[in-house]
């Protein structure tokens, strides 16, 4: 930048000074000098316009590697949430029930798990729903709104009866009968519920946001 500045000042000064000069220096010299001159700016002027286009399309492509990176992480975030809750429920079932009767430690123990799942979909969901649209697109703020929210208020309906049920247990046996947590038994069993509000929205949403975030790597502007 500096020597083309220079070479730039240069120049004007002999278009300026042409007449002098060229009897100064003569007119081959002149001309030579000219053209040197005139090579070495346009020589500039073209490797900063090159240099500039260059450094735009080095911070497009690093922040079209973030979007993608963002895209899967939240992908693999949904996947990890949604395993979780499966495993859990197989968990809850073969290590807190006993003959219809919930036992109150492994309960604690797996029910906060289910809590930190439940932030985790939260997560997603205000991260979709507070994300510009180029991030992900309004067709997956869509998805989210229909699909993840009933997941979001049905696992919020398990905690919240986990919230208010240290009372139900008995405090010398510390047992509770599975009927007194109506949200957990129907989480355990194949009610309706679990089939309408968790079952087939997580499918939908899965196979939907693999397509979405995964199906193309092209990132909107």
Not at 38 to 44: A, E, N, P, Q, Y
Not at 64 to 82: F, H, N, P, T
Not at 140 to 155: A, M, W
Request: hydrophobic residues 40%; charged residues 25%; neutral net charge.
């Amino acid at each position: 930048m500096i020597i083309g500045g220079v070479a730039l000042a240069a120049l004007i000064c002999l278009t300026v000074w042409h007449c002098k000069l060229q009897t100064t220096l003569g007119l081959e010299v002149f001309k030579l000098l000219y053209q040197f001159l005139l090579i070495t700016v346009l020589g500039g002027l073209i490797a900063g316009l090159i240099g500039a286009f260059y450094s735009q399309f080095t911070r497009e492509q690093e922040k079209r590697a973030a979007r993608i990176q963002r895209r899967k992480q939240l992908y693999d975030d949904y996947v990890g949430a949604i395993s979780e809750m499966v495993r859990l429920r197989f968990l809850i079932g073969a290590r807190a029930i006993l003959a219809e009767t919930v036992m109150q430690r492994p309960y604690d123990r797996l029910m906060a798990k289910m809590v930190d799942v439940m932030c985790k979909l939260d997560s997603i969901r205000d991260e979709v729903e507070g994300s510009p649209e180029s991030l992900y697109g309004p067709a997956c703020k869509d998805l989210v709104k229909k699909h993840l929210q009933p997941i979001v208020s049905y696992v919020n309906d398990i905690v919240n009866e986990y919230d208010g049920s240290p009372e139900l247990f008995d405090p010398a046996t510390h047992t509770c009968p599975r009927s007194k947590l109506p949200a957990l038994d129907e989480f355990l069993g194949q009610g309706s519920k679990i089939k309408t509000e968790f079952e087939e929205p997580q499918k939908i949403l899965r196979s939907e946001l693999q397509r979405l975030l995964l199906g193309s790597t092209r990132v909107p502007d």
